[in-house]
């Protein structure tokens, strides 16, 4: 982590640049990673550990502007987070990253 740091003068963060790294296509037969992210949560919106770790990274995705964004123009993403927070109403870090993760992607179309 400090060496990517290091590398980008400290602007950017790991979760930042892992999360760039998502939306960056190489080649045109190669396919989008967030349409199967969230291919994968929908599969597994059952297992609380996954749906944590999805709401983790939906709303360290949605921090982002260019991520909020894109992510904002799959209408899955919040079905699956309201799902979650239907599903997981007790669990604590579930329900504050997928409220995080709503708020910051409604905020992108009310803009």
Do not use: W
Not at 1 to 28: H, K
Request: net charge negative; glycine share 4%.
């Amino acid at each position: 982590s400090s060496g990517i740091n290091a590398e980008y003068g400290g602007i950017v963060d790991a979760d930042e640049l892992c999360a760039l790294q998502l939306l960056r296509v190489s080649r045109p037969e190669e396919q989008a990673m967030i349409p199967t992210l969230l291919e994968a949560f929908k599969l597994h919106n059952s297992n609380q550990e996954v749906v944590e770790a999805m709401c983790e990274l939906l709303s360290t995705m949605s921090e982002v502007d260019q991520l909020a964004e894109e992510l904002a123009s799959y209408s899955l993403v919040l079905s699956l987070l309201t799902d979650a927070i239907r599903n997981f109403p007790r669990i604590e870090e579930i329900t504050k990253r997928a409220t995080m993760a709503i708020d910051a992607l409604q905020g992108v179309h009310d803009v």
